[in-house]
């Protein structure tokens, strides 16, 4: 008598997810037991799940691992990433609830959307399963269009909410396309079988141009969630438009997120890299102008923010080009310090928010009166954002400029000199109008919550330490390039 | 004590300690002033800020006395905190370097530092803004023994900016009182030329980087010679660059004349930063890798005709001066031309000796003008002192030992340090000049002793001002009544430096300690002896000349002096003029940086701007044609959106087939 076959299963590579997954759903039905607005028991838990996860993940470093029928998987790129999605998702939880609070949004569905939607970007690090992938994107794309429209009395909120959820329904209609065509032409969807399909494809038959089609139409839904360019129209609107801790999550989280699946689908697809080098290669040109460019004049700091980090992407499509080594190392790197610093960013404005002032640039000037420290925390946090040293974003722009070079992508490494020239001038602009004397008879002083401190002297003391220190987390991105690169699988399932 | 190594881990304690203090003032000294009450809270903050001074002070006694219980080649050691940078094959370590040299700078700086925390916890009682001053003071120890400490360019460049920072600060230290135009402008104009300078050590370091690959001290130093070889342009360039960044800092022609309105910052700062430590980096840095100018014979005589002529010069200038503390600005600088000329021809532990004992009398002297600052409430004209010996007679008894040391008498610690210069200077082989030089040096010695006399006869001896402004007839300003000797930590640290001063070089140690002590790591290694007045030859008639200028200046001075200033110098005139007025070189400096310097930008602003700007408004303009463009396209609709996204989809479907589709 023959069972049905059950694959063996390494339960701890999937551990991280789950965790966060039970901390959604405790939370959930918590949330229920609650009485209206009182929402710390269900921070705490919801942290508690989120450093679980994490001590889990450090747990996997080192490990390679495949299982659970090959659609899940651990690799240090997986540790590094998850865990630099979990740190910002732990960050705007804990600035969160004051916010919510101060803006009449005590809608308790925050905190299991919030840890659904890590659960899902985690997935999509954690899979090479295209399907894994999109399941995983899915979770995550539908907990941020709630997330969005979570200020329901604010027009500008649902309408961001629902211009989010209708292109990114849009977007993931071009993905699954994409793995639909893959799948027809190599009857699996993992991307690890990518290379081998498209080397054993013959020339002029349909199978390779089935390949090239899907990769194509998945590099535009990944490119959607990037927010990189021509895609990013509805990053400056959603942005602006959801509420700022939203924001600040969906800024650090889902460019992590999309940026691992991209550089796990792009080093999976290197033989075919005469067909993706070139677009990348537009793209990467294109985000980096049209962000920064544009970013340039405008003149609510959000919406900069929210340009700028198309730029950001840019920049990150310029090391994925760039394919070697170094480049890769740098996406890795420069990943985990704009998760920091978007973070922080926007939870300085959500300070802002909160106390009822407008997120203008004008808006910010003289704040180092009202308030020092959120002030200075900002300043650091756009010298980094800037590349400045010593703070990390000058590390990550280094690796990026750097293997950009060494992949001869010489006119991408000045372009991205150029442009993060200017991207310094409309940083340092908001920098010097925080120090400089407000416009008008500045608002009350106001005091910065404990979590916000908290949360911001995190993100300032990670930053300022990977600018002065950048080996450790640089090592451990280059090790966990080269381990992807040998591609070392430990395959656990058992027949 | 038996060790066979050096505890070099003590460097994190001697360099944490001050760091902590400056932590501790910064963080918790103005909350403790208030807290505690004005007296408690200052005794406090004045009690850790010298504490970390002497406890590092201590640890550095430690170091040395493991140090001498081992033999010569042990003495030497690293230590690496981390590997710090990693850029492609080049490796920085934040590495520090323990040897008889940094320790022997260590204990200047600790102890003559620590000495000078003390008396700033009389001199600055009546500050309001105590805790700032002790946190920039203990800042200055930190980035100074980081300096001395350091075991490369990289980390000796992070104190060469700290110190230089520390600097501006105090000497801008009195932002807010009547002369605050004056003090900021003086703390810029010194940050400002030092940049000069600042910009020789970066580019010797760059050059030094890409062709060593290193920038170790030591991987430097032993691979000197091989690498750049001997009397090539690079290694002349790279010295060259190097002395530099050391006139930047040491304040040697051309760069000196941030110092003299550098004296604008507290007494203490002068004492400790413009006169004792910082300013000696220059020489600390020749010394440190001396290889690299050995191996270039031609910038070694650029150093030795530089610091002659600096000495000399500055010695000439402070005849003219009038205010207390510019006079002793003006012997530091010339004292450090004293230290670069032993540099120069080669003995470059003489040049470190003139360093430990310059910094106790310049200390000692700088002090004693402070107490008599105190004592006229802060009024510098030495025009309208004299007759002071009769209030401050502590201060006028250690100024005649300060003044008996820089002049060189027998036995003051100065003449053993002159004496050792002068000689290495007679006997060198590196140049024809050297004669010239030597008598220089032998005329330096007897202005020295001139300007000194000067000085103090002028303060302490001559008939009181007041007596001769009745004279004239003249009024008593009110408050001129010159106070007392009031802080016993003023009075106690002048007493300690004066038997520093008296004792240093012959008795606690010797000329000879000092020259055994030093010799592993100053000893020139590419310049044979016949290079060098090692010889005993010139020893009487370098002692008889440099002695007989030494009386002649301070008989002259005391000749010209014994009533008080004539009135033609009173009042400028002539020579005088000339000789305050700098030789014209402060106004000429002036007028080449400020004026014509601002000139020059005037016309490339005007040149450049036009074309930024026209550039400036077609980006502009481009951006907003742009912007327009992209407005045009954010409309705001989903449905453009979402049809941009359709064309981006085709293009790259498009792209994607022409590139990929075989």
Known sequence: MEALNIPQVEWSALLPVLTVVGAALLVLILELFLPRGQHTPLMLVGLLGLGLAGYFQLALWGASLVTWAETALSDNIAVLLNLAILVSS????????????????????????????????????????????????????????????????????????????????????????????????????????????????????????????????????????????????????????APTVATAYMAAVSKVAAFGVLLRLLSAAMPMLD???????????????????????????????????????????????????????????????????????????????????????????????????????????????????????????????LGALEGGQTLLAIVLALTSVVGAAYYLRLTFSLYADALEAPAARWSVPAPMVVCLLICLIGLIGLGIAPRPLAESSRQAVERMANGEWQVVSGE | METHRLPTELVIFILGLPFAGCLFHALFGGWLVRVLGERAGKWLVGAVGTGVVFAAL??????????????????????????????????????????????????????????????????????????RFFTY?????????????????????????????????????????????????????????????????????????????????????????????????????????????????????????????????????????????????????????????????????????????????????????????RVLAFSTVSQLGYMFLACGVGAFWVGMFHVATHAFFKALLFLGAGSVLIALHHRGDIRQMGGLRRYLPITAATMVVGLLAISGFPPFSGYWSKEAILLSAYGSRLTEWIPLLFWIGI?????????????????????????ASTHTGGETPPGHAPGRERYWVVLGVLIVLAIGSTLFGWVLPSETDIHEFLKPVATPVHLGSEMLGESEAGKVLVTGAALLA?????????????????????????????????????????????????????????????????????????????????????????????????????????????????
């Not at chain 2, 300007?451 to 001002?465: D, G, N, Q």
Request: proline share 3%; net charge neutral; hydrophobic share 55%.
């Open chain 1, 90 to 241: 732990g960050l705007v939880l804990l600035f969160a609830d004051d916010y919510l609070r101060a803006r009449n949004m005590r809608y308790g569905e925050f905190y299991p959307l919030l840890l659904f939607a890590t659960a899902g970007a985690m997935l999509m690090i954690s899979s090479t399963n295209l399907m894994v992938v999109f399941l995983g994107l899915e979770v995550l794309s539908l907990s941020l269009y709630v997330l969005t429209g979570l200020a329901r009395a604010e027009v500008r909120s649902e309408e961001a909410a629902l211009k989010y959820f209708l292109l990114g329904a849009f977007a993931s209609a071009f993905f699954l396309y994409g793995i639909a065509l893959l799948y027809g032409a190599q009857g699996s969807v993992d991307m690890r079988v990518i290379s081998a399909s498209w080397v054993a494809s013959m020339p002029g038959k349909m199978t390779n141009a089935l390949l090239v089609a899907s990769l194509a139409l998945m590099l535009v839904g990944l490119g959607f969630k990037a927010a990189l360019a021509p895609f990013h129209m509805w990053t400056p609107d959603v942005y602006q438009g």
């Open chain 1, 275 to 401: 067909l993706w080098s070139p677009i990348m290669w537009a793209i990467a040109l294109l985000s980096m102008l049209v962000g920064n460019l544009v970013a340039l004049i405008q003149r609510d700091a959000k919406r900069m923010l929210a340009y700028s980090s198309v730029g950001h992407a840019g920049y990150l499509a310029v090391g994925l080009v760039s394919m070697n080594m170094t480049s890769l190392t740098g996406v890795l790197f420069y990943l985990v310090a704009y998760a920091l610093m978007t973070v922080g960013a926007f939870g300085v404005l959500s300070l802002m928010a909160r106390a009822g002032d407008a997120t203008t640039v004008d808006a910010l000037r003289g704040l180092a009166r009202r308030q020092p420290f959120a002030a200075f925390a900002m300043a650091i946090l756009m010298l980094s954002l800037a590349g400045i040293p010593p703070t990390a974003g000058f590390w990550g722009k280094w690796y990026l400029f």
């Open chain 2, 58 to 131: 201590w640890l550095s006694i430690v170091l040395l006395q493991t140090m001498l219980n081992l033999p010569e080649e042990a003495r030497r050691a690293n230590h690496t905190l981390a590997d710090w940078l990693a850029i492609g094959s080049v490796h920085v370590p934040f590495e520090f370097i323990i040897d008889p040299l940094s320790v022997l700078m260590c204990l200047v700086v600790t102890g003559i530092g620590g000495l000078i925390h003390l008396y700033a916890t009389g001199y600055m009682a009546e500050d309001t803004d105590y805790p």
């Open chain 2, 137 to 325: 003071f203990n800042l200055f120890i930190f980035f100074m023994l980081t300096l001395v400490l350091a075991g490369n360019f990289l980390v000796m460049f992070i104190g060469w900016e700290g110190v230089g920072l520390c600097s501006y600060l105090l000497i801008g230290y009195f932002y807010r009182n009547a002369d605050w135009k004056y003090n900021t402008d003086s703390a810029n104009k010194a940050f400002i030329v030092n940049r000069i300078g600042d910009l020789g050590f970066l580019l010797a370091m760059f050059i030094i980087l890409v062709i060593f690959g290193s920038l170790s001290f030591e991987e430097v130093n032993k691979r000197a010679a091989e690498v750049l070889g001997v009397g090539t342009g690079i290694a002349t360039a790279v010295a060259l660059l190097l002395f530099l960044a050391a006139t930047g800092k040491s304040a040697q022609l051309p760069l000196y004349f941030w110092l003299p309105d550098a004296m604008a910052g507290p007494t203490p700062v002068s004492a400790l930063i413009h006169a004792a430590t910082m300013v000696t980096a220059g020489v600390y840095l020749l010394t440190r890798v001396h290889p690299l100018f050995e191996i270039a014979p031609a910038a070694m005589v650029v150093v030795a005709v530089v610091g002659a002529f600096t000495a000399i010069f500055a010695a000439s200038i402070a005849l003219g001066q009038t205010d207390i503390k």
């Open chain 2, 443 to 467: 005329a330096t010695a007897l202005l020295t002793a001139f300007y000194m006399t000067r000085l103090t006869w002028l303060v302490f001896f001559a008939p009181s001002f007041a007596s």
């Open chain 2, 550 to 662: 030494a009386l002649l200046g301070l008989g002259l001075g005391i000749a010209r002096y014994r009533v008080g200033m004539p009135p033609r110098e009173t009042q400028l005139q002539g020579l005088w003029g000339v000789l305050h007025r700098q030789w014209g070189y402060d106004g000429a400096m002036r007028w080449l940086g400020v004026q014509l310097g601002g000139a020059f930008a005037w016309v490339i602003g005007v040149l450049i701007e036009g074309l930024i700007d026209g550039l400036v408004d077609l980006v502009g303009v481009l951006t907003r044609e742009l912007g327009n463009l992209v407005r045009g396209l954010q409309s705001g609709y989903v449905r453009s959106y979402a049809l941009m996204m359709m064309l981006g989809a085709l293009i790259m479907l498009i792209v994607a087939f022409i590139y990929g589709w075989r």
